[in-house]
């Protein structure tokens, strides 16, 4: 058996696959910021207790794994303390993905666990893509370059959409958007990614819930200069985005306040919708032309309100097939335990 678990700010998601076509059981458990995390974790993996000597491979999505981590690697006690420092990178990650790979560790001792990176997808980027222009003993030093995230839900979507519309994944050009609590977008061609929205960290990009993506660097430098680093990093992380503008990070609470004519509500989703588009546009660009566009995550596949604001007045979306897949991460993680790690 493949049991996946997949820890996020806002939630504990598992899996536990037969195989990668059949689905044992599944739980998942809102918890955004929640401080009895870990109570709730144990409380989910105690679920799959029963199973323990049945499952044989245990895999985690884990958001940052830097420069040296980008394919799925057994973790081991040095994999383990470099994910936790590439955490700065990635505060509103990675330090779940490894509370849930040290939890799952200690209720399956003898099971081998995996990480799944989300930045694997994006590890073939062109270099004028991925490239920083900073000082090269910088770049040098630090390893700054677009590593791009969502990776796993980015790959999924945009297979599963090949299927879709019945043509080779290794044949098309799609632009996939994963909308839920963070937010990204990625150009796909010939089924490799040619460019995506995040950058070396989550924060680049889109507007999300409580993340400013694009922003002027000279503001990060004042908010530096003013309050601090530690002050910044969180203005920048849990209190930016639709959160800033709206007051609620939940999207159908934004939707029903905007039907009822809300102003903040409303200017929150004009904002959200327009920088979708020009992501779109820049990235029909860089293709040359979409033959599919994919709506993923919860709030992507979820809601038919927020896509038809984002493709209003894309007329040049007249020859691409639009379509929305349900967000599923376990599966794709499970499918690249099958097919790259010995079970």
């Given amino acids: 058996m ?26 998942k ?18 679920k799959v207790l029963s199973y323990r000597k049945e499952i ?15 394919n799925p690697t057994i973790i081991t006690q040095k994999v383990l303390q470099d994910l ?43 270099q004028k893509a991925s490239y920083y222009p900073l000082p090269k003993e910088i770049l040098k030093k630090y390893g700054f370059q677009r590593l791009g995230f969502h990776g796993i839900s980015h ?24 909308l839920g609590g963070g937010m990204s977008i990625s150009a796909i061609k010939n089924g490799r990614a040619v460019e ?6 989550p924060l680049e990009g889109l507007m999300m819930m409580t993340r400013a993506g694009d922003i002027d660097a000279g503001i990060v430098l004042g908010l530096c200069k003013r309050l601090s680093p530690k002050k910044t990093e969180k203005i920048l992380n849990f209190d930016s ?25 409303k200017f929150a989703l004009e904002i959200f919708s327009y920088r979708i588009k020009k992501y779109i546009g820049a990235y029909f660009a860089v293709l040359g032309n979409c ?10 596949w979820g809601s038919r309100k927020v896509r038809s604001m984002i493709c209003k007045e894309l007329s040049f979306l007249n020859k691409t097939r639009v379509l929305s897949i349900a967000p599923n991460e376990e599966l794709a993680i499970a499918r690249k335990l099958a097919n790259k790690v010995s079970v």
């Fill in 2 to 27: 493949i049991f996946i678990v997949n820890c996020g700010s806002q939630s504990i998601k598992w899996k536990l696959f037969q195989n990668t076509l059949s689905l044992e059981k599944e739980g």
């Fill in 29 to 46: 458990r809102n918890v955004f910021r929640s401080r009895d995390f870990r109570k709730y974790l144990r409380e989910e993996l105690r």
């Fill in 56 to 70: 044989n491979i245990i895999g985690h999505r884990v958001v940052h794994g830097g420069l040296k981590y980008r």
């Fill in 84 to 126: 936790q420092q590439l955490s700065k990178y990635a505060p509103l990650h990675n330090p779940y993905n490894i509370l849930g790979i040290k939890e799952a560790r200690k209720f399956f001792p003898k099971v081998k666990q995996v990480a799944v990176f989300d930045t694997g997808f994006f590890a073939f980027l062109p």
């Fill in 155 to 178: 790959e999924y979507a945009a297979r599963e959409a090949a299927k879709e519309v019945k043509k080779p994944f290794e044949r098309l050009k799609i632009i996939t958007c994963h």
């Fill in 196 to 201: 995506t929205s995040m950058g070396f960290t």
């Fill in 241 to 265: 985005g639709v959160v800033s503008i709206a007051g609620t990070k939940d999207m159908l609470e934004i939707l029903d306040k905007a039907r009822k004519g809300n102003k903040k509500a």
């Fill in 291 to 300: 033959d599919v566009l994919v709506f993923t995550g919860m709030i992507g």
